[in-house]
């Protein structure tokens, strides 16, 4: 099981950081993403760190503002958001996949939470 936290409602130029606390298998092996989904708007990718947190990846759209970053002795992923801005407002879902060093920006994720809202209001 994947479970996010850590959304809220903010203003525009704050931080917020997400957790997602992953269960059921061994958190060491898998490679871990956060993606959004806007209204109506398609599901995007944010971010992902592979098993060890040696290689992260990241949008463009928010690149330099937000940070993946994971705890194996907590089998728990982060995403710190800073700067938010009212476009980055969406639903974030946190996703977990046994690494084969696949392609994580897409969403072939085998394992998903249930989502953190995140308001950023102007």
């Known amino acids: 099981q994947l479970q996010a936290s850590g959304g809220g409602e903010v203003q525009a130029g704050d931080s917020l950081r997400l957790s997602c606390a992953v269960s059921g298998r061994t958190f060491s092996n898998d490679a871990l993403g956060w993606f959004r989904r806007a209204p109506g708007k398609e599901r995007e990718f944010v971010a992902a760190i592979n098993w060890s947190g040696g290689s992260k990846y990241y949008a463009d759209s928010v690149k330099g503002r937000f940070t993946i970053s994971r705890d194996n002795a907590k089998n728990t992923v982060y995403l710190r958001m800073n700067g938010l801005k009212p476009e980055d407002s969406a639903v974030y879902y946190c996703?977990?996949?046994?690494?084969?060093?696949?392609?994580?920006?897409?969403?072939?994720?085998?394992?998903w939470g249930q989502g953190t809202l995140v308001t950023v209001s102007s």
């Open positions: 996703a977990a996949v046994f690494d084969t060093a696949q392609d994580y920006r897409k969403p072939e994720y085998d394992r």
